[in-house]
């Protein structure tokens, strides 16, 4: 039936043919082309596709084309305006990307129409104003100050007339250097604020197939039967595949394979994500009808629910070498002695629990076969070259036939480095030698990809009465899922990071990661430390009252400094500034209360008690225990005179791409807009590594940097042996170099290298220092962050509600490359960490997903934004570039334990359990009073 609508979009008029439950995202992204309203749910959760529809924000996902029949509709794209070929944005837009609030900038055009209508019914706004309007739209970047300031500065500059002020609680500048350490904004930022940013479900290809993956929905069994029939001969299905399809090998892993690519008959299925078949169709109707023909059978086994039951001896055993994945040993000093000489010994059990990265943009592949045999797939991924490695294993292919073309992320935080849908499009592609995408939808992407870690952690520890620690000893056991994936290296960070940042002569650590029926666990930000910082952060203050000392002053006497030796034996030898975020802190902090710890009751309602808690963390940067950390990087000057640095490291969000640009600009003496950014393409860009272990801006950073250096010297070079100087004497300044009385710019230089037969081209590959694996006493790292922090928690004594009201965050990056950038990272960070303490929770039930949708999954809103004050600390490393070290996830991990402490302080009830369970506090308080 013919059902014609007519509306009106950013201006334009259109007359289409609204399609049986067609969503009005659905028409404007696929019919209209308007890829600028993003799709992260499809259940109006995160607000990622907000239009105005006659005025009013809507979220698009759930709202019916049909209903749009005379309706006047504004997008993202509408906001803009082009002059004269140039885009004059909306202050809206202006301010989004001066006050740094984007990120990944998936969520960025829901927030900022969310805002423009605000504006619209309201232009004296407040922030009382912006958070209710932006309560359901999510940011999971989470950087909502710097978003609430920006919708401020726009509403002041449209008041006035002036133009859009920028943030003034960031320094401009604090260094010396001309380009790093100055704030500067994202070189993708204007893309993202117009919609204009193209992410991966943006990409449309002639002749596209869309694929489905049926997925077993069993945690544990054999599969018996699986029928396709019906499914190949459903009219508009074009292939569907099984185990037996699988050209090369069938598993996949990116430390170990042990992830079939497909589960096949009599094979075992370990979690209910597990792969049965996929499917290609015309539609992506089509292969959700042909999922639904498939039919299997399956022998039921019993379920592996925690890692504790899987270690038993008693438990059916998951891979044939059994549940252990690994058992992981620290071991420093007498463990006997120590507790011995101790006055007093503390002991308690802690467990954290499974999360979901909860990114809002879902994983989508699109795989597209090449004329010449070769194959390209477009993805957001976190490892391109692991991906190609990992396709081209499974298709039986030399891994130069695959190209990785990598497109921007809409968040990732770990979440994004495990394949996905890259080896079924692909497989798929191959087949039907047509071009194919894999879009998971929310369901799909919180039923299959990794989560965090769900641990138990006991912690023991021993002190002297004055509070000096003597000795520790923790027993973790982390929940890797059915598979590997990076559980490995993630249960060994937590185990090494298991006794704090703390100098203690006797440790011992012992980590038992083990296999469940659970989903797969693997990187999260903060890769286990996260986990095991809440634990002895909540023993140091449990340890700091036994004794009736200040809990600052035993991380102040305990704290590691240069000259320590670490729990897994490495000395520190520089950069160490965890003492001096513990005092800034400190100072912050007591300039709110001098008494911070003190429980205060509000004079209003003697039901609400306000208590500050405080907490102390490190981080390694890079990949460490032995494993080659290294980067390429690739530096090419071009005709016009400007730049261009390639890497296949990955940018998420994080800022990497201006961690490169600005480190290349510095060195060649030019300003930032003469440098453009090539990342994630493994045909154009040398191999950046993994995006994980905060290591990004010391790796890729230092090999642009010397990728940039060993230009400018071949350019010295050639400029001394043209006009008969030595190389030092020639002079790199704003653009121009300076030669024996000559200037020249760049685009000269180009011509007079290429002239002589050089290209003006450098790949360079920075390998950072070597490490020792763990258990040789060398050194495990060749870098920590450092963080510290403070939170002002409020707790309704009748409820047990906990509202946090302030966090003060002190963070040693080694040296800020830009500050502008490292506020985001540090406000998402502590709102991330805020999530896990208070919020989030991915609840698995006998194996089987209860947390199957965005709504049943919190992500912290804007609503629970406290005040956040972040201070820089900067104790440089003389390997990182210019003294720079990460800062990805140090911003993250004190943030738990800092508020769970808060609560203890407030109320005397101790979190020993994640995610705060409000109503246990509201019951302890309860009995108490009763007694």
């Not at 909306?90 to 990120?103: I, K, N, R, S, T």
């Not at 042990?258 to 015309?282: F, H, K, Q």
């Not at 394949?419 to 879009?439: D, E, F, W, Y």
């Not at 020792?772 to 922090?789: C, E, I, K, N, R």
Request: hydrophobic share 40%.
């Amino acid at each position: 039936m013919n059902n014609q609508i007519s509306l009106t979009v950013n201006g334009k008029q259109y007359s289409v043919e609204a399609l049986p439950s067609e969503t009005l995202s659905t028409l404007l992204r696929e019919r209209l082309r308007l890829t600028g309203t993003k799709i992260g749910c499809e259940e109006a959760e995160c607000g990622a596709c907000t239009v105005l529809i006659d005025g009013e924000p809507i979220m698009s996902c759930v709202y019916p084309a049909e209903r749009a029949d005379g309706k006047t509709i504004v997008t993202i794209e509408g906001l803009a305006q082009r002059v004269h070929e140039e885009m004059k944005l909306h202050p809206l837009q202006e301010a989004f990307v001066d006050h740094g609030a984007v990120q990944c900038g998936f969520c960025i055009p829901g927030q900022i129409m969310t805002a423009y209508a605000l504006l619209n019914h309201n232009p004296s706004l407040n922030s009382e104003d912006i958070r209710f309007a932006l309560k359901d739209t999510l940011c999971r970047c989470a950087g909502y100050p710097s978003i609430e300031n920006a919708i401020i500065a726009a509403a002041q500059a449209l008041q006035t007339g002036e133009p859009v002020q920028g943030p003034t609680h960031i320094p401009d500048s604090i260094h010396e250097h001309k380009t790093v350490g100055h704030k500067h904004l994202r070189p993708e930022a204007v893309e993202k604020v117009t919609g204009e940013a193209i992410y991966t479900d943006d990409l449309k290809f002639d002749g596209m197939l869309y694929a489905k993956v049926k997925r077993a929905m069993i945690p544990h069994g054999f599969l018996k039967k699986l029928d396709v029939s019906k499914a190949k001969a459903l009219p508009g299905v074009v292939a569907v595949l099984t185990s037996e399809d699988v050209p090369a090998e069938k598993t996949h892993g990116l430390v170990i394979y042990d992830w079939p690519v497909m589960v096949g008959i009599n094979e075992r299925v370990r979690y209910i994500g597990d792969a049965l078949a996929i499917v290609a169709a015309e539609s992506q109707e089509i292969a959700e009808q042909a999922l639904a023909l498939i039919e299997a059978e399956f022998d039921l086994q019993p379920v592996v629910t925690n890692p504790v039951m899987a270690r038993q001896a008693d438990v059916p055993q998951i891979h044939e070498k059994g549940n252990l994945l690994k058992h992981i040993k620290v071991r420093k000093g007498d463990m006997d002695a120590g507790f011995a000489a101790a006055d007093v010994v503390l002991e308690h059990t802690f467990h954290t629990q499974t999360t979901d990265h909860a990114f809002l943009e879902p994983e989508c592949s699109i795989a597209v076969p090449l004329a010449d045999g070769r194959m390209e797939i477009y993805v957001g991924s976190q490892i391109p070259y692991q991906d190609r490695a990992q396709v081209a294993r499974v298709l039986g292919w030399e891994e130069e036939r695959i190209r990785i073309v990598g497109q921007l992320m809409g968040g990732g935080f770990g979440g994004k480095e495990d394949v996905m849908g890259q080896i079924h499009s692909a497989m798929l592609a191959n087949i039907t030698k047509r071009p194919v995408k894999l879009l998971f939808d929310r369901q799909e992407s919180l039923l299959v990809h990794p989560k965090r870690h769900a641990t138990q952690i006991r912690v023991k520890i021993g002190a002297m009465n004055n509070g000096r620690l003597v000795a520790s000893e923790t027993e973790l056991y982390g929940d890797t899922g059915a598979y590997a994936s990076l559980g490995e290296k993630v249960m060994t960070r937590a185990t090494t990071h298991s006794a704090g940042p703390y100098d203690i002569e006797h440790v011992r650590a012992d980590c038992y990661a083990m296999y469940t029926n659970n989903p797969p666990a693997g990187a999260f930000r903060g890769f286990g430390v996260t986990q095991s910082a809440f634990a002895v952060e909540s023993m140091i203050d449990k340890l700091a009252e036994k004794l009736n000392l200040d809990p600052v002053e035993v991380r102040r006497m305990n704290a590691l400094h240069v000259g320590s030796i670490t729990n897994t034996g490495q000395e520190l030898k520089e950069s160490v500034g965890l003492l001096e975020c513990i005092d800034r802190v400190d100072a912050e902090m007591r300039k709110h209360n001098a008494y911070p710890f003190k429980p205060v009751t509000d004079p209003a309602d003697p039901n609400i008690v306000r208590a500050w808690g405080f907490a102390s963390a490190y981080k390694n940067t890079g990949l460490g225990g032995g494993a080659p950390d290294k980067s390429g990087a690739d530096v090419e000057l071009y005709e016009d005179g400007t730049f261009q640095v390639r890497s296949s490291a990955a940018e998420l969000g994080q800022g990497l791409v201006t961690v490169m640009r600005l480190t290349v600009a510095e060195e060649m003496a030019v300003s930032p807009d003469k440098v453009r950014i090539l990342v994630m393409d493994t045909d154009l860009t040398p191999n950046g590594g993994p995006t994980t272990a905060s290591r990004q801006t010391f790796v890729t950073g230092n090999a642009s940097r010397y990728a940039a250096k060993t230009l400018r010297d071949e350019i010295s070079a050639t400029m001394a042996e043209k006009f008969d100087v030595r190389p030092e004497k020639i002079r790199f300044e704003s653009g121009v170099v300076h030669v024996n009385g000559h200037s020249m710019t760049y685009a000269e230089i180009y011509k007079e290298m290429t002239s002589m037969g050089q290209h003006p081209r450098v790949r360079y590959e920075y390998e950072a220092p070597k490490t020792q694996p763990l258990g040789t006493g060398g050194d495990m790292h060749f870098a920590f962050s450092f963080g510290v922090q403070a939170a002002e928690v409020e707790v309704n004594k009748i409820t047990g509600e906990v509202r946090v009201l302030k966090v003060i965050s002190a963070n040693d990056v080694g040296m800020a490359v830009n500050p502008l950038g490292l506020q985001g990272q540090v406000e998402g960070g502590v709102m991330m960490g805020l999530g896990n303490c208070l919020t989030e929770e991915f609840i698995v039930e006998n194996g089987k997903v209860v947390t199957d949708r965005l709504a049943r999954y919190r992500v912290p809103g804007i609503m629970l934004t406290p005040e956040i004050t972040s201070i820089i600390v900067e104790h440089p490393i003389a390997s990182g570039p210019y003294g720079a070290k990460g800062v990805g996830e140090i911003s993250s991990i004190p943030t738990t334990p800092a508020i769970t402490n808060a609560i203890y302080n407030a109320v005397g009830v101790r979190v020993d359990s994640l995610p705060v369970d409000q109503e246990m506090i509201a019951r302890e308080l309860w009995e108490r009073e009763e007694k």
